[in-house]
């Protein structure tokens, strides 16, 4: 039974060991993110945007070495206390989304679909369909994390460099989320990176959220991030 949507940026900022001195400037985003999470109930599925498809067990742990700071995080509290073998290589959403359980929901547990970023917008919705069937025949209220960003174009200083044609389709992302609209989100254009994580939730939620609620939007590194929560 799906309950409760979590939609937050898939920022390695986020966690104080990566973000140094920079943590104070994302201090609002952090605790907008930590808010949309602790609506979730203790099972989650995590959705995100990868390389390939791909399924991660409520056993999976990771770290982000590979993102400067030997951070461990897990998706579930055994994997974080119980484990005895070396983290494994995980996807960006992935990490956040066990840092932000750990952070949010320490008792929760959390599966992770990753869905292929250059899936068609038809595949995309099709794959949140399929994910809706799946969490309603599960008799226990299921909480979804989307991790996925926007545009990385957004100031001179964005890591995809400043495309100011892009500023639109960040303009119509943040509206979608923040008002629940699912059309909008089939219709995203390819310079969103979470594109395809956005439409899962599209067509996971059709034909939207009984209510959705906007905690934080900006693009404080020229990167779209936003965080809210929906409710079904």
Known sequence: MLSAIAIVPSAPVLVPEL?????????????????????LPSRWIVVGAGAVDRDLGPDSAGTFAGFGADVRVGLSPHAVNGRAAEPAELPLCALLGGWVRGQARPDASAQVRVYAGDHAADIALARGRQLRAEVDRLPDPIGV??????????TAAAPGGYDPSNVEAQLILDDAL????????????????????????AGLTEPGPRSAKELYRGAPYGVGYFAGAWQL
Do not use: Y
């Not at 001195?21 to 609506?39: I, K, R, S």
């Not at 994390?145 to 957004?154: F, H, M, S, Y």
């Open 19 to 39: 973000a140094g001195a920079a943590a104070a400037e994302v201090a609002d985003l952090t605790v907008a993110v930590l808010e949309a999470a602790a609506l």
């Open 145 to 154: 994390l989307v991790v996925a960003d926007g545009a990385n174009t957004l």
């Open 178 to 201: 923040a008002n629940g609209d699912v059309a909008a989100l089939a219709r995203l254009p390819e310079p969103i990176l979470g594109r395809v994580a956005f439409q899962v939730l």
